[in-house]
């Protein structure tokens, strides 16, 4: 018989299941984000115990994997002095004309679309640092920033 025509079984054709990449650096978090953390791991414990499909199994323990390392890695910072930009900072600022207000987090934690963006966004390291009242460089273009206020948590 043909070597064409021969098939050991179904799961040669699947394609492979790689572990969840892990952002580049340290898992810097807040103590929100540490208990988000806390939160998704407790999610899937409990997901896993209710599957019998060996595909979904697999995928949940995979990401219960993923979640069981960022905790073990997890650093949670000190809550931010308020005088400057730093991780757990909530700043409103000034860009192209029109404000906006973000706080800086974790990466587990980022959600652009409502404000909170990962320390590692280039947005996110223009502004660490900077104090209110100051304009600060950002995208190739002096002083683009204005830093408007450090607001509470």
Do not use: C
């Not at 990962?118 to 950002?138: H, I, K, M, T």
Request: proline content about 7%; charged content about 30%; glycine content about 10%.
């Amino acid at each position: 018989m043909s070597v064409a025509f021969r098939r050991e079984g179904d799961d040669e054709h699947l394609e492979p299941k790689f572990e969840l990449p892990l952002p580049p650096g340290p898992n810097l978090v807040t103590q929100a984000g540490l208990e988000l953390i806390r939160q998704r791991i407790g999610e899937l414990e409990g997901t896993i115990k209710a599957l019998t499909d060996d595909t979904a199994l697999k995928s949940a323990t995979r990401d219960l994997r993923y979640w069981q390392t960022r905790l073990s890695t997890a650093e949670v910072q000190p809550e931010p002095s308020g005088d400057k930009v730093m991780f757990g900072s909530r700043v409103r600022f000034a860009l192209e004309g029109k404000e906006r207000e973000v706080s800086i987090v974790g990466h587990d934690e980022a959600e652009p679309a409502k404000g909170r963006l990962a320390f590692s966004a280039p947005l996110a390291r223009a502004l660490l640092g900077s104090e209110a009242g100051e304009f600060v460089d950002f995208n190739g273009r002096e002083e683009a920033i204005e830093v408007l206020a450090l607001l509470p948590g």
